[in-house]
T-cell receptor
Framework: KAGVTQTPRYLIKTRGQQVTLSCSPI?????VSWYQQTPGQGLQFLFE???????NKGNFPGRFSGRQFSNSRSEMNVSTLELGDSALYLC????????????FGSGTRLTVV | GENVEQHPSTLSVQEGDSAVIKCTYS??????FPWYKQELGKRPQLIID?????GEKKDQRIAVTLNKTAKHFSLHITETQPEDSAVYFC??????????FGTGTSLTVIP
């Protein structure tokens, strides 16, 4: 059974550019959540999608957005990149609400220069 | 929103000793508390979890305790081994799949 797959693994972008990250959840998982991990702030919740609908949203600016497709794959987009957006972006999937802990992907390491 | 605090931020123990990591949460409606282990350069992995209707749960050398009244929960690792060295995160959740994570504890097990 394949795990949560995130692409790309590494990304270098210039300030002001935009970026799209992709996440394929475990087969059958309909809930996909995104987190930003930085040394100073730890794991911070970005948003969660379930059946193509955003169910929860964290406290991030509107430059961060996402979507989920009918096959449960999800993308997140960051526009007008800032240096402070450099982080590890983790995607996690779960069967459904209340089903238990996430399974995380390996993450996308984004560096903004 | 929920606020999860985790202590200590770093912890060093001798191999074979026990390690305890503590977390507190602020929202009494939180009802699910997972613990994750993250080794250097790897993804966080769920190691144990507990729901609010249970006070304690064990899985081999790992146990988690929950005190709903005091709003704190703890991870206990007994007979620590070098491979237990990692960063451990606690988290709290009430509804949906929005988890609030603690800031992590870097555990070093000294052989």
């Amino acid at each position: 059974k394949a795990g949560v797959t995130q692409t790309p693994r590494y990304l270098i972008k210039t300030r002001g550019q935009q970026v799209t990250l992709s996440c394929s959840p475990i087969s059958g998982h309909r809930s996909v959540s995104w987190y930003q991990q930085t040394p100073g702030q730890g794991l911070q919740f970005l948003f969660e999608y379930f059946s193509e609908t955003q169910r929860n949203k964290g406290n991030f600016p509107g430059r961060f957005s996402g979507r989920q497709f009918s096959n449960s794959r999800s993308e997140m987009n960051v526009s007008t990149l800032e240096l402070g957006d450099s982080a590890l972006y983790l995607c996690a999937s779960s069967l459904e609400e209340g089903a238990g802990g996430y399974t995380f992907g390996s993450g996308t390491r984004l560096t903004v220069v | 929103g929920e606020n999860v605090e985790q202590h200590p931020s770093t912890l060093s123990v001798q191999e074979g000793d026990s390690a305890v990591i503590k977390c507190t949460y602020s929202d009494s409606a939180s009802n699910y508390f997972p613990w994750y282990k993250q080794e250097l350069g790897k993804r966080p992995q769920l190691i144990i979890d507990i729901r609010s209707n249970v006070g304690e749960k064990k899985d081999q050398r790992i146990a988690v305790t929950l005190n709903k009244t005091a709003k704190h929960f703890s991870l206990h690792i007994t007979e620590t081994q070098p491979e237990d060295s990692a960063v451990y995160f606690c988290a709290a959740s009430k509804t949906g799949n929005q988890f609030y994570f603690g800031t992590g504890t870097s555990l070093t097990v000294i052989p």
